[in-house]
T-cell receptor, first 114, second 113 residues
Framework: GEDVEQSLFLSVREGDSSVINCTYT??????LYWYKQEPGAGLQLLTY?????DMKQDQRLTVLLNKKDKHLSLRIADTQTGDSAIYFC??????????????FGTGTQLKVEL | KAGVTQTPRYLIKTRGQQVTLSCSPI?????VSWYQQTPGQGLQFLFE???????NKGNFPGRFSGRQFSNSRSEMNVSTLELGDSALYLC????????????FGQGTRLTVV
């Protein structure tokens, strides 16, 4: 079955880059997502990458995928206090019968200090 | 374009009661998935509905059920509520079933007392 792991906490200074890491186990083709959750809110989709890609960049966000090690990272450039939140990595395998089923990691609490 | 709308936002129920939560997906989206978020278990997949049919189901007891209407709106029902059902229930809307972006609503916070 699918399993997604993340470290629990990350603390960075404002203006620095943040790198949040995730490992997954599914060996089939899959979509990999990054979501952000602020206190009391739902999940905000930040970006996603298909498992045949190596990298995707979107403004301050860069996603890197190491397919061999099944390792995914999210880099946030010039981290701001508004980036403080929990970040979830999720995978969604391409199911034979179709369907959307996300398996989430435990989430990484990002704290941005002044 | 309106986002995913979940109602109600907050709910308090007593053990043994049943509850119905509602989700209106983004206009044009046909897939609705439900997730439960708790501090202990994290985010767990409940089920997905596409074109009024359940496509996938997670490992939850039969007390958890759902349905989807012809306008793609979905409801989930939990019967015989237990204290452990207290959670944030999140609904995700996708254009199609499989390999597409999933957009989440704000969730319904259910407290069982």
């Amino acid at each position: 079955g699918e399993d997604v792991e993340q470290s629990l906490f990350l603390s960075v200074r404002e203006g620095d880059s943040s790198v949040i890491n995730c490992t997954y186990t599914d060996s089939s083709s899959t979509y990999l997502y990054w979501y952000k959750q602020e206190p009391g809110a739902g999940l905000q989709l930040l970006t996603y990458i298909f498992s045949n890609m190596d990298m995707k960049q979107d403004q301050r966000l860069t996603v890197l995928l190491n397919k061999k090690d099944k390792h995914l990272s999210l880099r946030i450039a010039d981290t701001q206090t508004g980036d403080s939140a929990i970040y979830f990595c999720a995978e969604s395998p391409i199911l034979t019968g179709g369907g959307n089923k996300l398996t989430f990691g435990t989430g990484t609490q990002l704290k941005v200090e002044l | 374009k309106a986002g995913v709308t979940q109602t109600p936002r907050y709910l308090i129920k007593t053990r043994g009661q049943q509850v119905t939560l509602s989700c209106s997906p983004i206009s044009g989206h046909r897939s609705v998935s439900w997730y439960q978020q708790t501090p202990g278990q994290g985010l767990q997949f409940l089920f997905e509905y596409f074109s009024e049919t359940q496509r996938n189901k997670g490992n939850f007891p039969g007390r958890f059920s759902g349905r989807q209407f012809s306008n793609s709106r979905s409801e989930m029902n939990v019967s015989t509520l237990e204290l452990g059902d207290s959670a944030l229930y999140l609904c995700a809307s996708s254009l199609n079933s499989g390999g597409t972006e999933a957009f989440f609503g704000q969730g319904t916070r259910l407290t069982v007392v």
